[in-house]
Nanobody, 121 residues
Framework: QVQLVESGGGLVQAGGSLRLSCAAS????????MGWYRQAPGKQRELVAS???????YYVDSVKGRFTISRDNAKNTVFLQMNSLKPEDTAVYYC???????????????WGQGTQVTVSS
């Protein structure tokens, strides 16, 4: 059974920083891509940042220059460093990964349980 477990959310003032972590565990053969989505109340879930193994990271325009995604392939972990946070960054942040479980041919999409990030003005 593959699981994604997130940590690092919380409450921070505008201009502050938070670092989210997401660790994948279980019978994992390989992880192609890992990323972070967010969903604010009344809004659709949006892709914030993603990184493909061996590739360049992607960022949505609204976080470019403020957020940095990175991954530790040896630990099957992805991080999201969020600096210069704004109230509009307030949302539930979800970890997402394209994982090929051990013994299976294809990769499947997995989601974390979500972690709340609240930025006060």
């Amino acid at each position: 059974q593959v699981q994604l477990v997130e940590s690092g959310g919380g409450l921070v003032q505008a201009g502050g920083s938070l670092r989210l972590s997401c660790a994948a565990s279980g019978s994992i053969f390989s992880i192609r891509a890992m990323g972070w989505y967010r969903q604010a109340p009344g809004k659709q879930r949006e892709l914030v940042a993603s990184i493909i193994r061996g590739g360049s990271p992607y960022y949505v325009d609204s976080v470019k220059g403020r957020f940095t995604i990175s991954r530790d392939n040896a630990k099957n972990t992805v991080f999201l460093q969020m600096n210069s946070l704004k109230p509009e960054d307030t949302a539930v942040y979800y970890c997402n990964a394209d994982i090929q479980p051990t013994g299976l041919t294809w990769g499947y999409e997995f989601w974390g349980q979500g972690t709340q990030v609240t930025v006060s003005s």
